[in-house]
């Protein structure tokens, strides 16, 4: 309990006496402007209460001696719950797939072809995983004399949309939201142990996210993917975010079970946000940390300076007021950067567990904020408009394109002042000033995707377009 | 020293010149490019190059391996922004140096030089930073919307000078004959040569070997091949629409001339002239002709397909060898995807894919390349031009007749990513409001 005598909001479980009528979850996100209802929906809100949840557990605890507990990676003061340890089984056995798929060894132009087949592999293998894995009372839930189907087939949804895209041979920040959906739908089956003070949520995020965050990793590297929706160097990581929030929480100062989640300041002992740029202490660093393992990744793949290769990252670090700032400022950027893109979002589904359905607490963001950046016949800045002056980091995230499905619009000048609702203990649906964060995260380093219509706009002459190009969509 | 040489010396050091100066800069750029044709005429020798994507270093190592300007004539092929961190300090180098030496470099357009694709992939971003404000962003996006569409190079020889024996006797390399003339080479950035392929001299249209193309359309059954021996071809420099046949002989290979642009073919497009009526003073529109050249790619398919970048169409082969051969080029040369090896001919080198920016957003590991086509002195290096009328001579040609038309030689340059040890670390910029 709080000292304000507000609950730290946390995602409420389903009654599983009275689960909802489950259906396939369904795409919903179609136009940039849907984005705007997304930001008001149950489904926005249980994301960002269960983000923050899991957040507000990696911060370290005081002790009752004066001493604190931090949650390094593979910490022995967190315990694994049966749930989490048979999600990581779970992706072991994602994992194995690699082995059975080995990469394409012909001539390619980056992404590698087989990373198809491992996707496919993988959905084929869906259901028989997940029922090896997940409890069968929560796989085979529904609702009682309805012909609707089980909770599997929203599990399932989230499950396989975690795994970059076949088809585009690419990673991006919606497919680890669509991780952190599949968790958080587990948790609203009550999948997870009741836990206090955040012991579970700590478990998921070391021992199952981790886990995640690694496998990634490695599909990336064996596969060649490409960042899905990369601004070069100009976003936060071709890939990832969540480490960014999660590593940061692990380095804020420490919190009784009571406190307000610290907005500035760093654990005593933690490493300077300043190196990052310095490989030995990355080394060190990124084996018990979130953060400097995503760094870490970034030294793996990329080479040359990482001030001109990460520079958002770079001037990250020079932040004096600690980390408990940073992590303020990255559950920011994580709600302007991704939840609220359009190319980022428009790919999570929505059924019963994600609902589309308004939050009836959420208040409606201002209405211009988001009606411009949809997917517009023509959306060309204006002459003599600039987007917006002020320094708008971007995030990579999309998983698709620029102005296909989407547009790629001017930048609103609406500064990014999303409240961090859950962390301040507050319903985090309020999202009144909501940046305009319609930045199309571009197409991969590879190919620069349109950021026009999601469609094809004309058949190209001849008549066999489509069934030519086997990309197209 | 001129205000522009003093610019030129300070962007080389990759220093940011002031914003009134880039002010200035972009309005002489305006008044140049407005001058120029949808697609611009070059004289080869040339130097091809593709994406740099704001890359400033390796700009500079190309440089380094191509030869300076105005030492070496070069031709570059658009994206010079978005993604890399030297967007600014790229694209005003290569504008200064288009206004210093207008005859001895030429820009043209590729998908990024628009400005919804910059406020998406970093270019407006970094404008914000380093200038603080969007005026720079404008002034540039101004004159992307001059820059022309594509190049037409004219006068390229069929044959290279050998550089010299290969360092490597790699199995790719075919060894010469007596008589073979070298076709292609490819160096590293030492200058070493590692690769070679040559074709028989002196073949005539009716022994067409291995290495020599027919670019007649697959589907042109009317031209048989023992007919084409006699048929009246064109002996005009190609690509210029200046027909007849000069020499009074009945010459039956030419050089054709090489088309370049960002992306690629249009099925808007047929001609070479139809690019030519394009109104192309605008923001890179969503769809059409002016979308396409700039959009599409080449694919192994038949005919036009649709493109997964939402944006421009895929072509096959048969695409290819059809523009081609209606507009008498030997070769299509274009940029816009990422290729491991730098370089990648397809469709028995009727197009060819050139990427000049190396180690691709610091990651991709591949390597870069810059395509040099040498000049043909076989003539007196004098070179037929007549710009806009290209392609007249089709109905003089008649449907019969197949015209053999022989590719320029080609030496490709490979290198990698400049050094990194001689950049120093900055000051940290203020950090994005989310931090505030």
Redesign the interface.
């Known amino acids: 309990m709080n000292t304000d005598g507000r609950s730290l909001r946390i995602l409420p479980k389903l009654n599983p006496q009275a689960p909802p009528n489950f259906i396939t979850p369904g795409k919903k996100i179609h136009e940039s402007h849907d984005v705007s209802t997304f930001l008001v929906s149950k489904a926005y809100m249980d994301i960002m209460t269960f983000l923050l949840q899991l957040n507000r557990s990696m911060f370290p605890s005081k002790l009752p001696n004066g001493k604190f507990q931090d949650w390094p990676l593979h910490s022995d003061a967190v315990q694994f719950s049966a749930p989490v340890r048979q999600l990581q089984g779970l992706l072991g056995r994602v994992e194995d797939i690699i082995t059975e798929v080995p990469p394409d060894s012909g001539?390619?132009?980056?992404g590698n072809i087989s990373f198809r087949k491992w996707h496919q592999v993988l959905t084929d293998r869906a259901s028989e995983l997940l029922r090896e894995f997940l409890p069968a009372d929560l796989l085979e839930m529904r609702s009682p004399n309805s012909e609707h189907p089980s909770a599997e087939v929203e599990l399932k949804a989230y499950f396989l949309g975690s795994w970059g895209s076949g088809?585009?041979l690419d990673y991006g920040t919606g497919h680890e939201l669509s991780f952190l959906a599949f968790l958080g739908a587990i948790w609203k089956l009550g999948g997870f142990p009741q836990s206090a003070d955040g012991v579970e949520e700590r478990a998921i995020v070391l021992g199952v996210i981790e886990p995640y965050l690694e496998l990634v990793r490695t599909l990336i590297k064996t596969y060649t993917l490409e960042?899905a929706g990369?601004?070069?160097?100009?976003g936060l990581d071709?890939h990832s975010f969540l480490p960014y929030i999660f590593g940061s929480a692990q380095l804020s100062p420490a919190i009784h079970e009571a406190d307000l989640t610290p907005e500035e300041g760093s654990l005593p002992g933690a490493p300077d946000p300043g190196d990052v740029?310095k490989p030995s202490c990355v080394e060190k660093e990124r084996k018990v940390n979130l953060y400097f393992s995503a760094i870490g990744f970034i030294y793996d793949?990329?080479?040359?300076?990482f001030?001109?290769?990460s520079?958002?990252l770079?001037?990250?670090?020079?932040?004096r007021t600690g980390w408990g700032?940073?992590n303020?400022?990255?559950v920011?950027?994580y709600n302007?950067e991704v939840l609220s893109k359009f190319p980022v979002v428009q790919h999570l589904p929505f059924g019963a567990l994600f609902s589309w359905d308004r939050d009836p607490n959420a208040v409606t963001p201002v209405a211009s904020v988001h009606s411009t950046s949809g997917p517009q016949t023509?959306?060309?800045?204006p002459e003599?408009e600039?987007?917006?002056?002020?320094?708008?980091?971007?995030t990579d995230a999309s998983t698709r394109?620029?102005?296909?499905?989407t547009e790629?619009?001017?930048?609103s000048r609406a500064?990014?002042?999303v409240a961090l609702a859950g962390s301040r203990h507050e319903p985090p649906s309020f999202t009144s000033t909501l940046p305009n964060t319609s930045?199309?995260?571009?197409?991969p380093?590879?190919?620069?995707?349109?950021?026009?219509?999601?469609t094809?706009?004309?058949s190209?002459?001849?008549g066999?377009?489509?069934t030519?190009?086997?990309?197209?969509? | 020293m001129s205000d522009l040489d003093r610019a030129i010396e300070q962007l080389r050091a990759c220093r940011l010149i002031p914003e009134s100066q880039v002010r200035e800069l972009c309005y002489k750029a305006r008044e140049l490019l407005i001058e120029e044709g949808n697609v611009v005429s070059v004289d080869a020798p040339v130097t091809i190059c593709g994406d740099i994507h704001g890359q400033f270093h390796d700009l500079m190592e190309l440089f380094r391996v191509g030869g300076d300007v105005p030492d070496t004539n070069y031709l570059f092929m658009g994206d010079f922004v978005d993604r890399g961190f030297y967007s600014l300090e790229s694209f005003l180098l290569l504008l200064c140096l288009k206004v210093r030496y207008p005859d001895r470099i030429t820009l043209i357009r590729g998908n990024h030089e628009s400005r919804q694709i910059t406020t998406v992939y970093g270019f407006y971003d970094e404008c914000i930073r380093k200038y603080g404000s969007a005026n720079v962003w404008r002034y540039c996006c101004e004159v992307f919307d001059y820059l022309a569409l594509g190049a037409i190079v004219l006068g390229a020889s069929s044959e290279l000078e050998p550089t010299g024996p290969p360092i490597v006797n790699e199995t790719q390399s075919s060894m010469p004959l007596d008589d073979d003339e070298l076709e292609t080479e490819v160096l590293n950035s030492r200058g070493e040569v590692t690769m070679s392929t040559y074709r028989p001299r002196n073949r005539s249209s009716s022994d067409s070997s291995d290495t020599s193309r027919n670019i007649s359309p697959p589907r042109d059954i009317s031209a048989a091949p023992g007919q084409t021996a006699g048929a009246p071809l064109r002996a005009g420099a190609p690509g210029t629409g200046a027909s007849s046949d000069g020499n009074g002989s009945a010459t039956t290979t030419r050089t054709g001339a090489v088309l370049c642009v960002h992306g690629g073919l249009s099925p808007l497009i047929d001609s070479v002239d139809k690019i030519r009526l394009i109104d192309r003073k605008q923001e890179v529109p969503h769809e059409g002709a002016m979308c396409d050249l700039l959009w599409s790619d080449p694919d192994e398919i038949e005919g036009w397909g649709l493109s997964p970048r939402g944006a421009g169409f895929l072509f096959g082969g048969d695409i290819v060898k059809q523009f081609n051969h209606l507009n008498g080029l030997s070769l299509v040369a274009r940029a816009h995807q990422l290729v491991m090896e730098g370089y990648k001919e397809m469709f028995d080198g009727g197009i060819v894919t050139v990427w000049s920016a190396p180690n691709y957003c610091y990651r991709c590991g591949n390597v870069a390349a810059i395509l040099e086509l040498g000049e043909d002195t076989s003539n007196g290096g004098t070179i037929a031009r007549s710009n806009g009328e290209y392609g007249r001579s089709n109905g003089v040609l008649g449907s019969n007749a197949a015209t053999t038309v022989v590719s320029p030689g080609r030496r490709y340059r490979v290198f990698e990513a400049a050094a990194q040890d001689t950049r120093g670390m900055p000051a940290k910029k203020p950090v994005a409001d989310y931090f505030l």
Not at chain 1, 230 to 234: E, L, M, R, T
């Open positions: 001539p390619r132009r980056f088809q585009r960042p990369s601004h070069g160097v100009w071709d740029v793949v990329k080479k040359g300076p001030w001109e290769h520079p958002m770079y001037d990250i670090s020079g932040i700032k940073i303020k400022g990255m920011k950027m302007a023509r959306s060309v800045q003599n600039a987007p917006s002056t002020t320094v708008r980091p971007n394109a620029p102005w296909a499905s790629a619009n001017p930048p500064r990014p002042t930045r199309l995260p571009p197409g380093m590879a190919p620069t995707r349109a950021p026009q219509a999601p094809m706009r004309r190209p002459p001849g066999d377009g489509p030519k190009a086997p990309w197209a969509k």
